[in-house]
C-alpha cells in the first residue's frame, strides 16, 4: 500500500500567513467537527454521570442541571490535568507510564466530584468506586457510539500525528504556534506489517469470503498482488524474523532448542535468550539498519529505534510520545483494559460453546490464556500507535508484528470463527494505517505478510494417551552403554534425552555429548529409541545422521536427504514437494539435535499431532504451517524466482528499499521501476490475487 505523490502546494506568502492560519481555524468543515466532537464529549459525559450517581449508594441528589454543571467541571478538571498528567507520562516512559496512565481518567473524575458544588459523593474509597465505573461506563459507551468501529481511536492517532509533526517542524525552527494542519509527506517511506501466524490460504479465502474489505480492496482494485512465500523449517516466527530481519535463519533450529557447548536451553520469546542470539544474527546489514524503526518483534533487524522487540527487553521510554499518548488517552489504555475484560468473557463463552458442541480437535482454552488473548488486543493497538508516531516523524521503514490471529489460532483453531474475528480486526488496523496516511511525514508505501501460517490437529498426547517425553522415557528404558566416547560432555542439570518442541517439530539431545552423535553412536546408547520413534503412529519420520550424511526414517522405509535416494515407502511423501529441501537445509542449522521429529500428518485432511497441546500448531512440516504470504504493490517487481525461505524475503524487501531510494550501498534493480500507486487512492479494476 502507498500514498499517491503530492505535489507540494506554493508556500504561503509572509504578509498574509495569520490570514492564512485564521482561515484554517475557522473553516466551516473544521468548526463544524469540532462542535460535533465536543457535543459527543458532553452527552457521553453526561450519561456517564447519571448513570455512575444513580447506582451509587447514598447520592441525595441527581439533579440535570446539576449534573450538567458537573459535566463542565469534568471537562474543566480534564483541561487543567491532562497535559499535566501527560508530562508526567512522557517524563517517566516504560513502566511509569503504564501505571501512571491506569489512573489518568480516574484522577480526572475524582478531582471532579471532589470539587463538585452539590457535593453529592464524599468520602475518598467511594469517590474512587465512582470514578473507576464512570471510567468503564465511558469506555463501553464510546465504543458502542463509535459502532464498534475505529473512529476515535484514528482521531486520537491523528492527533498525536500532527502534534509530533509541530513538534519537530518548531525544532526545526518553524513558527512557535500554528493553527494550520501539516502537510502530506513526498519522500518514500515503507512501512512492513506481519500478520502473525496468517497463512495464504486462509487469507485468501477470507478475502474471497468478503470478510477483509481493506486487503480485498487492494487487490481487486488492482493497487496490491498476493503470494504465498515458503517458511522451510522451522516454521516459526524466531527462525521467520532471523531470516526477514536479518538474512541469518539458519541460527535458529526451532522456537526452543539446547546448546550443547554451554548445556544452555534457548527459549526465542525469553527476552534474555533473545538477547544473546540477536548478536549472532547481526552482521550490521539488517533490514532496518538505515534509520528504521522495530515494533513489537522477536529481533531488531539492526534497528535504530527498537520498541517493544523482546532482544530490546523494555518498554518505550521517554522519547516515545505514541507509548505516552496511548496511556493518557481515555480513548487508548483505559478503553482497551475495559474492552480487555469484555474479551475475557467472550472467550470464556466461545470455549463453553466449543465444548457443548463437542467440536473436535479442540483443546482447553483456560490458564495463562485467559490473560493472552486481551494482552495481545491491547499490545496490538499500543503497537499501532507507536507505528502512527513513527509515520509522523518521519521514520524511513518500519517493521511492526501484530500477534492477535496467532495466539487465538493456537487455543481455538486457525480456521475458526473466532481466529477469523481476529483477522477481521487486524484488517481493520490496516485500515487505521490507511487513514492515518494523510498526516504521515512520509510518502508510505505498505507492504503486509506473515512468517508462517498454522496447521490443525488434535495433539500426540490427545491422539496416543501420552506425551512424546513418556515415549522416549519409555524408549530408552535400560542401561545406556557405560563407556562413553571421550568427548562426552560434564554433567549438566539436564536430562541426558532432551526433548524439545515446537509445535509438530521436535529437537532430541543427548545431552551428555557435546558434539552431535551419529546413528551408529545413538544405537550403542539407546538400542531401541531410533527404531521405536521411527515406527510410532504419531511420528511421521526421524532425521538422524548417517554415514552417508542426513536421513530421514519412517516406519516402512528412509530417504537419504544428500542424494535422494530412497529405500521402501518414501516417508517424505506426505510433507509436500519441499521436505526434502527443508529438511535438508535445516540440518545446517546451528545447534541442531541429535535426531529431528516431525510429527504425523493426515494425507486427506492436512491435520498434525502437534508435540504442544495446541491445536493451531507450527514450527514442522504438513499442512498450512509453511505457506506464508506476501503483499504488496502490484507494479513493484518480485526478482527471485520463487520465494523459498525468510532469507529469499529478506533480499527482496531490501531491493524494494533500494528502489525507494531508502537503502544505502544496495544492488540496483535491472530494470527500470515505475513509481508505485498510492494506497489511499488505488485503482478500481479486475481483481489480482496472483
Same mark, same amino acid.
Given at each position: 500500500?502507498?500514498?499517491s505523490p503530492h ?15 485564521l482561515?484554517a ?18 452527552l ?16 441525595a441528589s ?12 469534568v471537562a ?18 516504560? &513502566? ?6 491506569v489512573?489518568?481518567q ?6 471532579a ?6 457535593? +453529592?459523593?464524599?468520602?475518598l ?6 470514578a ?5 461506563f ?15 481511536f484514528?482521531?486520537e492517532?491523528?492527533r ?6 509541530? +513538534?519537530?517542524?518548531?525544532?526545526g ?17 515503507l512501512i ?32 496490491h498482488?498476493?503470494?504465498? &512465500? ?26 526452543? &532448542?539446547f ?21 549472532r ?22 534497528? $535504530?529505534?527498537?520498541?517493544l522487540?523482546?532482544?530490546?527487553a523494555?518498554?518505550?521510554?521517554r522519547?516515545?510520545?505514541?507509548w ?10 483505559t478503553?482497551?483494559i ?15 460453546l466449543q465444548?457443548r458442541?463437542? =467440536? ?8 495463562l490464556?485467559?490473560?493472552l ?5 491491547l ?39 473466532? #481466529?477469523?474475528?481476529?483477522l ?24 503486509v505478510?506473515?512468517?508462517?501460517g ?6 500426540? +498426547? ?14 530408552? #528404558? ?13 554433567e ?24 552431535? =552423535? ?10 531401541? =529409541? ?14 538422524? +545422521?548417517?554415514e ?13 536427504l ?10 517424505l ?9 527443508? =529438511? ?5 542449522? $546451528? ?42 504493490? $502490484? ?10 525461505g ?18 544505502t ?9 515505475e513509481e ?15
Open positions: 500500500m502507498a500514498i505535489e507540494p502546494p506554493p508556500p504561503v506568502p509572509p504578509t498574509r500567513g495569520w490570514r492564512a492560519e482561515r481555524l475557522f473553516r466551516w468543515q473544521r468548526v463544524l467537527k469540532r462542535t460535533r466532537a465536543v457535543l459527543r464529549s458532553a457521553v459525559t453526561f450519561v456517564v454521570l447519571t448513570v455512575t450517581l444513580w447506582l451509587m449508594p447514598g447520592v441527581t439533579d440535570v442541571v446539576n449534573t450538567l454543571g458537573l459535566v463542565v467541571l474543566a478538571v480534564g483541561a487543567v490535568l491532562r497535559p499535566l498528567l501527560l508530562a508526567g507520562i512522557v517524563a517517566l516512559g516504560g &513502566w511509569g507510564a503504564m501505571l501512571l496512565g489512573s489518568v480516574v484522577v480526572v473524575i475524582v478531582v466530584l471532589e470539587l463538585d458544588p452539590a457535593n +453529592r459523593i464524599s468520602g474509597p467511594s469517590l474512587f468506586i465512582a473507576i465505573l464512570a471510567v468503564i465511558a469506555a463501553i459507551l464510546d465504543w458502542m457510539a463509535d459502532s464498534g468501529s475505529d473512529d476515535t484514528v482521531r492517532a491523528k498525536l500525528m500532527r502534534s509530533v509533526r509541530r +513538534r519537530q517542524a518548531r525544532q525552527g518553524g513558527p512557535l504556534i500554528t493553527l494550520r494542519r501539516p502537510r502530506p509527506g513526498t519522500d518514500p517511506g512492513m506489517v506481519q500478520l502473525d501466524g496468517v497463512s495464504e490460504p486462509v487469507l485468501r479465502w477470507s478475502i474471497r469470503a468478503g470478510n477483509l474489505p481493506t486487503l480485498g480492496h487492494w487487490l481487486r482494485s488492482g493497487s498482488t498476493m503470494r504465498s &512465500w515458503h517458511t522451510g523449517l522451522p516454521s516459526t516466527t524466531p527462525a521467520s524474523q532471523a531470516g526477514i530481519l536479518h538474512g541469518a535463519s539458519r541460527q535458529i533450529p526451532g522456537f526452543r &532448542w546448546e550443547k557447548e554451554t548445556g544452555r536451553l534457548m527459549v526465542s520469546n525469553r527476552p534474555r535468550d533473545a538477547a544473546v542470539i540477536e548478536p544474527l547481526s552482521d550490521g546489514r539488517g533490514l532496518l539498519r538505515d534509520g528504521g524503526v522495530s515494533i513489537g518483534n522477536a529481533f531488531g533487524g539492526d534497528a $535504530a529505534i527498537n520498541l522487540t523482546v532482544s530490546h523494555a518498554l518505550p521510554g522519547s516515545a510520545r505514541g505516552a499518548a496511548f496511556m493518557a488517552s481515555p480513548y487508548g489504555f478503553r482497551a475495559v474492552l480487555g475484560i469484555g474479551e475475557v468473557f467472550t472467550e470464556l463463552h466461545q470455549a463453553r465444548r458442541r463437542n =467440536l473436535l480437535p479442540r483443546v482447553s482454552r483456560s490458564g490464556f485467559l490473560a488473548r486481551p494482552a495481545s488486543m499490545l496490538r493497538d499500543v503497537n499501532i500507535s507507536l507505528v502512527a508516531e513513527q509515520m509522523a516523524r518521519g521514520a524511513p521503514a518500519i517493521y511492526c508484528d501484530l500477534v492477535d490471529y496467532d495466539e487465538v489460532a493456537h487455543h481455538a483453531g486457525p480456521a475458526r470463527p473466532e #481466529s477469523m474475528r481476529q477481521e480486526s487486524l484488517d481493520r488496523m490496516l485500515g487505521v494505517l490507511e487513514r492515518l496516511a494523510p498526516e504521515a511525514a512520509r510518502h508510505y508505501h505498505l507492504v505478510l506473515s512468517d508462517h498454522q496447521s490443525q490437529g488434535a495433539t500426540f +498426547r490427545q491422539r496416543y494417551g501420552e506425551s512424546l517425553d513418556e515415549v522416549v522415557v519409555r524408549l530408552s #528404558s535400560g542401561t545406556p552403554a557405560s563407556s562413553p566416547p571421550p568427548d562426552a560432555a560434564p549438566t542439570p539436564v536430562d541426558p534425552l532432551l526433548v524439545v518442541n515446537s509445535g509438530n517439530l521436535s529437537l532430541l539431545y543427548l545431552t551428555r555429548y557435546r558434539r552431535r =552423535l551419529d546413528r551408529a553412536e545413538i544405537d550403542s546408547v539407546y538400542p531401541k =529409541l531410533i527404531s521405536g520413534l521411527a515406527a510410532h503412529p504419531g511420528i511421521g519420520l526421524v532425521v538422524v +545422521r548417517d552417508d550424511g542426513p536421513v530421514a526414517v519412517g516406519a516402512a522405509g528412509s530417504h537419504r544428500g542424494d535422494g535416494v530412497v529405500q521402501g515407502i518414501d516417508p511423501l506426505p510433507y509436500g514437494p519441499h521436505a526434502r529441501h527443508d =529438511l535438508l537445509r535445516h540440518q545446517e542449522s $546451528a545447534h541442531i539435535a541429535d535426531l529431528v521429529l516431525i510429527s504425523c500428518v493426515d494425507p486427506v485432511t492436512d491435520e498434525v499431532a502437534a508435540f504442544e497441546e495446541l491445536v493451531g500448531s507450527h514450527g514442522g512440516l504438513g499442512g498450512w504451517q509453511t505457506e506464508a504470504v506476501l503483499v504488496h504493490p $502490484a507494479r513493484w517487481p518480485v526478482t527471485e524466482p520463487e520465494l523459498d525468510a532469507d529469499v524475503v529478506h533480499r527482496q524487501l531490501i531491493e524494494w528499499l533500494a528502489m525507494l531510494g531508502l537503502r550501498q544496495a544492488p540496483a534493480l535491472s530494470a527500470e521501476i508505485p500507486e498510492a494506497f489511499d487512492h488505488p485503482r478500481l479494476s479486475r481483481s489480482r490475487d496472483g
